[in-house]
């Protein structure tokens, strides 16, 4: 396969230009030296004993690339262990706070799931890692597919399936590109489970037989098995109360934020506080290892923040202000909240997921650059589930009128929440398509 070769020639020039990188991001997201031998498909005895211990009748390897995909994964999954008592499962990640999320799991379903870091997709490893796991199936999460363990999976006799199927427009117009370089890799596939119906047509293009292609909804939005536990929201009720918080008080969330949108949300924090004089501003950023820099960035605006992961830590009384500097609370954070403002949609590009805070109903805003969620986005607005605004200070308008009127409040968060009925059932039906 003449991709696969210009692939491999260039997959190593590729991998260095990217390795300061990644070593940069992997210290700063308390990564571990000895966690790259796994990428090389090299694991400690513990580890190797987990794996052989699994089920192999019916073994998975799951990938899932951050913390985004392992949450769809961990929903899969708990679906396909209670539908199949001898399913065992691999589940790799690509990133320490994904694997952070996956190796919680695993400790949760001793015997049934181990949790590694994925490795490199260099032809050799491949291989390696094929004669360890020994998969029955492979199921990639969303758009992770690897040219080399594709092949490898397919030649071997292991179905490759790409389970909750999305392509941003970003990534698109990329495959559309290369498509000449991409089809070959795709044609392998032995499903493609899609979120969307206007998503068939994207993958026909890209060479996928339509016999292939089935229509599943979102497991990320669907609303069956996706209630937080509420142990969880009583623990982080309690955290609330015990930095300073009443119960009583009303709550701002600023959901994935990236860089600079914390300072400016801080701003709009201190714009409401005149008319909402007891608002607590909670600040949930997408990478918490910028914990110190948003805070310095806040007290230049005068607020003192707290960190969510100082249990001792105190809100200043006079603008009580939290960063949640802690990982996969986000979704357990939301049904704490009064609005939630959805990160990554006024300063950068694509948006995060408004679907958690939707489905805690909760009324939800985000700003101009949602590109990454465009149908989500549409089915929200469409529903006036949602509301998109231009900037902060269309958004400082947005939060006021929704923070002072409770009734126009509730009839978005039960808006947004009933729109994502049409994704109702996608995990069963993904369940099912992968147990087929």
């Not at 006079?318 to 006024?346: M, N, R």
């Not at 308008?397 to 729109?419: E, F, H, I, Q």
């Amino acid at each position: 396969m003449l991709s696969l070769i210009l692939y491999n020639c260039l997959l190593p020039f590729g991998l260095l230009l990217m390795l300061p990188g990644a070593i940069v991001k992997m210290r700063r997201r308390n990564g571990k030296w000895r966690d790259l031998a796994q990428r090389f498909g090299t694991f400690s005895p513990d580890t190797m004993r987990a794996i052989y211990a699994l089920p192999q009748e019916q073994r998975l390897w799951v990938h899932a690339v951050s913390v985004g995909e392992v949450n769809v994964a961990v929903k899969l999954m708990t679906r396909l262990l209670q539908a199949d008592a001898g399913v065992g499962i691999v589940l790799s990640s690509t990133t320490p706070t994904g694997h952070a999320l996956a190796a919680d799991f695993a400790a949760r379903h001793p015997g049934r799931v181990v949790a590694i870091f994925s490795p490199l997709d260099f032809p050799t490893v491949g291989w390696k890692m094929l004669d360890i796991l020994k998969p029955t199936q492979l199921l990639l999460v969303e758009a992770e597919v690897w040219p080399n363990l594709t092949t490898q999976a397919r030649t071997r006799g292991v179905p490759v399936s790409l389970v909750n199927a999305r392509l941003s427009p970003r990534s698109a117009r990329r495959y559309l590109k290369f498509r000449w370089f991409i089809r070959p890799i795709f044609r392998q596939l032995k499903q493609v489970l899609v979120q969307e119906e206007a998503d068939i047509a994207k993958w026909l293009g890209f060479g996928v037989d339509p016999a292939r292609i089935h229509l599943t909804g979102s497991i990320k939005y669907d609303p069956d098995g996706a209630a937080v536990s509420e142990t969880k929201v009583e623990e982080l009720r309690g955290v609330l109360a015990r930095s300073g918080v009443l119960p009583t008080q009303p709550v701002l969330l600023a959901a994935s934020t990236h860089a600079g949108e914390e300072i400016e949300m801080g701003r709009v924090f201190q714009k409401l506080r005149e008319s909402v004089p007891d608002l607590a501003l909670l600040i949930v950023p997408r990478h918490v290892e910028r914990r110190a820099e948003i805070a310095a960035a806040l007290q230049t605006l005068g607020l003192q923040p707290a960190l969510r992961s100082h249990d001792a830590a105190t809100v200043e009384p006079a603008a009580p202000c939290l960063i949640i500097d802690t990982t996969g609370e986000l979704a357990a954070w939301q049904h704490l909240a009064t609005v939630v403002v959805i990160g990554k949609s006024f300063l950068a590009e694509g948006g995060q997921n408004p679907a958690e805070a939707a489905l805690a109903r909760k009324p939800v805003l985000f700003g101009p650059h949602m590109e990454n969620f465009t149908p989500l986005v549409d089915l929200l607005l469409k529903h006036e589930g949602a509301q998109q605004v231009s900037g902060f200070d269309e958004l400082t308008s947005a939060c006021r009128a929704l923070l002072t009127n409770s009734a126009a409040a509730g009839r978005m968060a039960a808006n947004g929440n009933a729109a994502l009925v049409v994704h109702e059932g996608a995990t069963r039906r993904t369940v099912e398509r992968v147990l087929r």
